[in-house]
């Protein structure tokens, strides 16, 4: 399977613990996209990279949250002393960019790990 | 700042029938526009997108949207529902100006698709 890969596919946890998620995208994209999604809502983006380099994040990402990718390729999330209001499904998505000022890349979806604070 | 609306948070049709589901947008520029499917505890599958000047844009699963520039719409239409059409659907916008081709979607709210038998 070539997909995007999201670990773990659930994860529960009490308030003030400390999180993280990775996220293993489609190995020949060089861009990787974090998005949050809460109950009822559409997806809200987080943070993206191209290649090693977070290019840009949301005001969303306190700074509790913070994200990355080392090499390139896998990226992870970690959110620090979770509150509630964390509890979420959490998107990652990968693309590649393509040479060219206005071609849109598709992003493709993982699955999501849906995180439960208690 | 872009943003997107979806009018109808549940809608229900009859197995056969027209589906029609509203996607509206605001933007300074007209963006790149998409639907996208999310199954239960699945991530989103991209239905169709609109990158072009082609404005009438055919999707998998005999799926629609019409890019219309004047309304400021982006509707998604399938001539006739089956039961495996039932999930949520979500319309997004991406910025398409030069020095903001980060490429970052932007979401509705989403709407759920019932298919009644």
């Known amino acids: 399977d070539t997909g995007v890969s999201q670990n773990p596919r659930h994860k529960i946890t009490k308030r003030g613990q400390n999180v993280t998620f990775r996220c293993d995208p489609i190995?020949?994209?060089?861009?990787l996209y974090w998005y949050r999604q809460t109950l009822g809502q559409g997806p809200e983006f987080l943070t993206y990279f191209q290649n090693e380099a977070q290019l840009e994040k949301s005001r969303l990402l306190s700074d509790r949250f913070s994200a990355e990718r080392p090499k390139g390729s896998f990226s992870t999330l970690e959110i620090q002393r979770t509150e509630q209001g964390d509890s979420a499904m959490y998107l990652c998505?990968?693309?590649?960019?393509?040479?060219?000022?206005?071609?849109?890349?598709?992003?493709?979806f993982g699955p999501g790990t849906r995180l439960t604070v208690l | 700042a872009q943003s997107v609306t979806q009018l109808g948070s549940h809608v229900s049709v009859s197995e056969g029938a027209l589906v029609l589901l509203r996607c509206n947008y605001s933007s300074s520029v007209p963006p790149y526009l998409f639907w996208y499917v999310q199954y239960p505890n699945q991530g989103l599958q991209l239905l169709l997108k609109?990158?072009?000047?082609?404005?009438l844009v055919k999707g998998i699963n005999d799926f629609e949207a019409e890019f219309k520039k004047s309304e400021t719409s982006f509707h998604l239409t399938k001539p006739s529902a089956h039961m495996s059409d039932a999930a949520e659907y979500f319309c997004?916008?991406?910025?398409?100006?030069?020095?903001?081709?980060?490429?970052?979607?932007?979401f509705g709210q989403g709407t759920e698709l019932s298919v009644k038998p």
């Open positions: 997004a916008v991406s910025d398409r100006r030069l020095g903001n081709q980060g490429g970052k979607l932007i």
């Open positions: 190995s020949e994209h060089n861009r």
């Open positions: 998505a990968s693309s590649l960019k393509h040479t060219g000022p206005r071609t849109y890349n598709e992003q493709f």
């Open positions: 609109y990158t072009s000047a082609a404005t």
